[in-house]
């Protein structure tokens, strides 16, 4: 720990509010583009006929949708109610997240279904080079606006803003996508736009169910990596040197953070409020760590007996 107190690494108060004022900023940016972008490309879909700009378009109208959600999440945890939520609102984050990857895999099977219907009809739009240059121009430009703000929001390491950076990463994947397939079934074979679309698709439905799976995993309790365990247990030994042994250290996700639970054994005859003090600042100190919410100390002063809660936890 650093003489301020903090841990190496960790930010300020006021860094962590200028953070957080840059997220909402990267929040509301990423929302407007979408706005813009997605009436830019509605236009560019009337003019080419394109099934893959198209697949593009439909993403971008679900962007608006998903963002419409992941702003509901990031506003819902800005206002706690700790009488209905005694422990915050933090796994909204995830919540949201598997919403919004659910919407986009949703749209991904929908595409791959009228892209097939479309190889089978052999429908072929009719196109002109003047069309097709507008349509060029708009792809082109909505592509170059995603990518920068896919680099903007990397910046950041909140799960909501880093979904937003995912989105429009994959936005510069699937308009790339989209704008070669159409000007190729234009200029060459009619199938490639089907085809381009199918890849989109493809794509959209795996990015998306991994993504499902990642958060699933943080939302049901998956346990801390060991080097973070051994990164706890450094803590703790180090704490006080009245610990004598330490009996349980365990992590686990609850959402994009995690719990921490420790049993840390003291000297038999030491006074309660002195284990007391020792416990709370054992915990204050964990809670400090970025990456654990909350930290549970269960002080003890031997440790043969059976492990409390195990039938509960097993059950």
């Given at each position: ?82 009488y209905h939520y005694p422990i915050g ?209 269960h002080v003890d002063f031997e440790f ?12």
């Amino acid at each position: 720990m650093t003489e301020s107190g903090r841990f190496p690494g960790s930010l300020t108060e006021d860094e962590m509010k200028q953070l957080a004022k840059s997220e909402r900023f990267a929040i509301r940016i990423s929302n407007l583009a979408n706005i813009v972008l997605f009436i830019a490309k509605v236009y560019a879909c009337v003019e080419s006929r394109s099934l893959a700009v198209i697949a593009s378009t439909m993403d971008s109208f679900l962007d608006l949708l998903s963002g419409l959600i992941l702003w509901f999440t990031a506003k819902s945890m800005r206002n706690p109610n700790y009488y209905h939520y005694p422990i915050g609102k933090k796994r909204m984050q995830p919540v949201g997240i598997i919403i919004f990857a659910s919407v986009m895999a949703t749209l991904g099977l929908q595409i791959l279904l009228e892209s097939v219907r479309d190889l089978i009809s052999q429908s072929q739009p009719k196109t002109d080079r003047e069309k097709e240059m507008w349509m060029i121009g708009i792809m082109v430009s909505v592509t170059a606006v995603k990518f920068a703000l896919m680099v903007y929001c990397r910046r950041f390491k909140n799960e909501i803003v880093r979904a937003y950076a995912q989105d429009h990463l994959f936005d510069v994947i699937t308009n790339s996508v989209g704008l070669v397939a159409a000007v190729l079934s234009i200029r060459y074979y009619w199938w490639i736009d089907p085809v381009g679309a199918i890849i989109i698709a493809l794509y959209t439905m795996t990015t998306w169910a991994r993504t499902v799976i990642e958060n699933v995993r943080a939302l049901v309790g998956r346990a801390a990596p060991p080097e973070f365990i051994a990164k706890l247990t450094y803590l703790i030994w180090n704490h006080c040197e009245e610990i004598k042994h330490i009996d349980t250290v365990r992590a686990y996700s609850i959402g994009s953070l995690y719990f921490a639970e420790v049993d840390i054994v003291l000297p038999e005859d030491m006074h309660l409020k002195k284990a007391h003090n020792i416990g709370e600042t054992l915990q204050e100190k964990l809670e400090r760590l970025p990456k654990v919410e909350r930290a549970f100390v269960h002080v003890d002063f031997e440790f043969t007996h059976r492990p409390e809660h195990e039938n509960k936890v097993r059950g």
